[in-house]
């Protein structure tokens, strides 16, 4: 598949207008954002959010052929330099935002609050405290 995308000058991802989709991003984003290929997104929401905000491309409403059509025939007319800027501009955004080690960064940051919470109030709150034992064997 990777020999697929690497052919193409500009990918495509679509969503259908469903409110579910609204905040979902399709997990071919953030891999095209990474592998540093301009987009043209049919979508709306987070997704399409992600894409305005990276750099990376192009978005336009779900199911509008003539905008999408529009946005098309503007990729086709940008010289290789451009669209490997607008390519590098997603992947410099997918580095910064997306990444597995932003994403385990924020989570860190969560979890850490979170037993920060727990503790400000000087209570165990009824948790249990496990300790490790040997296996036996």
Sequence with gaps: MSDVLAS??????????????ANTIPSKLPATLAAGHPIIGALS????????????GWTVPPGAGPELADAIRAAAALPREQLA???????DYYHSHLSEAVGAGALVALLERSAQRAGSDGR???????RA???RG
Excluded at 8 to 21: C, N, R, T
């Design 133 to 135: 034992r040997p296996a």
């Design 124 to 130: 165990r709150r009824g948790r249990r405290r496990f």
């Design 85 to 91: 800027a607008r390519g590098a501009a997603g992947r």
């Design 45 to 56: 929401g987070d997704a399409a959010r992600i894409i305005e905000n990276s750099g990376a």
């Design 8 to 21: 193409a000058d500009v990918q495509l991802i679509s969503l259908k207008d469903l409110p579910v989709f």
